[in-house]
């Protein structure tokens, strides 16, 4: 079974001190929400309790429990679904906006200084 470990935790936990932005999205046990590209843009993604199942257009269905890492930017799917019997938890954690039109050192010339 995949866990989240206490470090792992902590990481999650101190993402916003560090400058980052957290967000924590709950989805109830046999509930689902339609996948919106824009809400998991630029978002790293922890299941931190309960499982999730990703369903793509085609119909193929994935299920993710506690401790999975997701990248669900441009992902193939249409919904996330709560399969279990607990909540299931999701923490997506992503860089402040201004950071989106940065280039690759967080400056907007990219760190050239040109």
């Known amino acids: 079974m995949t866990m989240v470990t206490p470090r792992l935790g902590r990481v999650l936990a101190e993402s916003v001190e560090r400058g980052f932005v ?9 509930a689902s929400r339609d996948y919106e590209r824009a809400e998991w843009h630029d978002a790293l993604v922890v299941i931190t309790a309960g499982s999730v199942r990703l369903e793509g257009g ?9 401790g999975a890492v997701l990248w669900l930017a441009d992902a193939p799917v249409h919904r996330l679904t ?25 400056q907007p010339d990219g760190g050239l200084g040109e």
Request: with cysteine.
């Open 82 to 106: 709560n399969p279990g019997a607990e909540p299931a938890v999701l923490v997506a954690v992503s860089r402040p906006a201004a950071a989106e039109t940065a280039g690759p050192l967080g």
């Open 58 to 66: 085609c119909g193929a269905q994935l299920v993710l429990g506690r």
């Open 22 to 30: 957290r967000r924590v999205v709950t989805i109830d046990p046999g």
